[in-house]
Nanobody, 114 residues
Framework: QVQLVESGGGLVQPGGSLRLSCTASTSIFRFYAMGWYRQAPGKLRDMVATITSGGSTNYVDSVKGRFTISRDNAKNTVYLQMNSLKPEDTAVYYC????????WGQGTQVTVSS
């Protein structure tokens, strides 16, 4: 069964950094685009960043210049490096892959607070 497992969330002060990881249970994901989404309390789940199988990336405007999505196909893992974190980045972060599919990780909580 296909599984996506996220890790790396936590509590961080404004201006701090976190790196999220999403590891897939099968190497087939290396052939597909992957994405990170987030859902804040009372809000819809929104796209944060995506990466194609070839490494092309796309970001929502609010995280451009602060977040970086990358992938290591040898490890079946997609990363989200988050720098200069703001309180409005607080949310549960989810990995989706193949992008647009019904395969989601369990989510990892990111809380940005002083």
């Amino acid at each position: 069964q296909v599984q996506l497992v996220e890790s790396g969330g936590g509590l961080v002060q404004p201006g701090g950094s976190l790196r999220l990881s999403c590891t897939a249970s099968t190497s087939i994901f290396r052939f597909y685009a992957m994405g990170w989404y987030r859902q804040a309390p009372g809000k819809l789940r929104d796209m944060v960043a995506t990466i194609t199988s070839g490494g092309s990336t796309n970001y929502v405007d609010s995280v451009k210049g602060r977040f970086t999505i990358s992938r290591d196909n040898a490890k079946n893992t997609v990363y989200l490096q988050m720098n200069s974190l703001k309180p409005e980045d607080t949310a549960v972060y989810y990995c989706n892959g193949p992008l647009g599919s019904n395969y989601w990780g369990q989510g990892t909580q990111v809380t940005v607070s002083s």
